[in-house]
């Protein structure tokens, strides 16, 4: 990896960050006249605390990983944008990505006006290595890779991807956005090895809660600081905070919630297999299949007249005629194989 002095733009490296006065005191106190809050108890007269101390406490705990190598974020969006805004210098860095994959990544390039190199995957759905490094120059700053995949549901292979980690020289992000579903385990067990990996994880999919607006960075801790550094000061509200320390001490049922999705996907399939409009079903280590169909359009416009929304990503690379389906609950499952079996009999 090269030295993160030289990764990291240059205005970022030297910033003197905006010193809160809930970062200047911490600790226990009888009174506080520091931050011009309001004095009267409305339950959220306070700031809440900047770097989500509590939080972090519980959810090393949980994850295997110390505190100060945990970033929390508006979801992973705010992970995702703050990645180009320390280590991409506009118009003249770059990254590569995988393709196809979340569309975020491109988007937040366009937003930060930072080139955005795609290279397909195989016919695998895995990471052609040899393209992706023949995309890679001096000016490559970050790699995106998502596993398991969106939109195509599959895990990469942990070979491939720990040899993208360990060959570039830049940040490597992997979105585990999907993780909890996966047959693949993390590879945040093997964060401390590797300086130039960041790992993204979410509340939005299998903590149930993507209306909360919570994501999870880990990384080096010289990567965290740097974080903590550009992001704004009070970024996780105390709302946000009290309610995923309370969700993180129901992880067990959280969990079975999770291994009954995982059911479901199976059930999902199995239906599915039975539609003739459906021609492939890709394997699937996420919440949602991908799946290849006769006409994408006309069966996406049949669903909604029938009141089903699925994604329609025909026109994204690799997704001809393809869409993808979440799993839904066992009703919603029903629903789904029953609309497209009368799809087939129209
Ligand atoms: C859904 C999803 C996320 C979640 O984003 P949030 O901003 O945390 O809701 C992240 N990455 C991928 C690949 C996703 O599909």
Redesign the pocket.
Known sequence: MKRLEELVRDNIYRLTPYSSARSEFKGDASVFVDANENPYDTLYNRYPDPLQTELKQKLSALKGVPAGNIFL????????DLLYRIFCEPRRDNVVAIDP??G?YGVCADINEVEYRTVRLDDKFDIDIDALFAAVDDATKIIWL?SP???TGNSLSVGRVKEVISRFGGIVVL?E??IDFSATPSLLGELHNWPNLVI??????AWGS?GV???MAFADKAIIDIFNKVKYPYNINVLTQRYAEKLLDKAPSVKRRVEGIIRNRGVLEKLLRKCSCIKKIYPSD?NFLLVSTTGAKEIYDYLVDTGIIVRNRHGITLCDECLRITVGTRDEIRLVAAALAAYDKK
């Open positions: 974020g508006v979801g992973s969006d705010e992970a995702i994959t979340y975020m998502c995949n969106n939109p979105d956005a999907y993204l994880q979410t509340f939005s999919k993507a607006r919570l994501g996420a």
